[in-house]
């Protein structure tokens, strides 16, 4: 069974003032993720936001057992 983490390939990640990304929040599709992008960007003018596919999840749970 795959994970929650696998079924929300989509993520949200903001450039800390420590120039290191933290996660803002999983989506399941790129339109979500950029909807929910625009809104982040109203709220934080000043923040960068970034939308990115995460592959390391859907490689993770290829089903392989490995």
């Known amino acids: 069974m795959a ?3 696998t079924r929300k ?7 800390l003032p420590t120039l290191q990304w933290a ?3 999983r989506y399941r599709s790129r339109s979500d993720a950029e909807g929910y992008l625009q809104l982040c960007r109203e709220r934080v003018p000043n923040a960068r936001f970034e939308v990115v596919f995460d592959m390391s999840e859907t490689k993770a749970s290829s089903g392989d057992g490995h």
Not at 9 to 15: A, E, G, Q, S, T
């Open 3 to 5: 994970s929650k983490e």
């Open 9 to 15: 390939p989509w993520v949200i990640n903001r450039l």
């Open 23 to 25: 996660l803002v929040g």
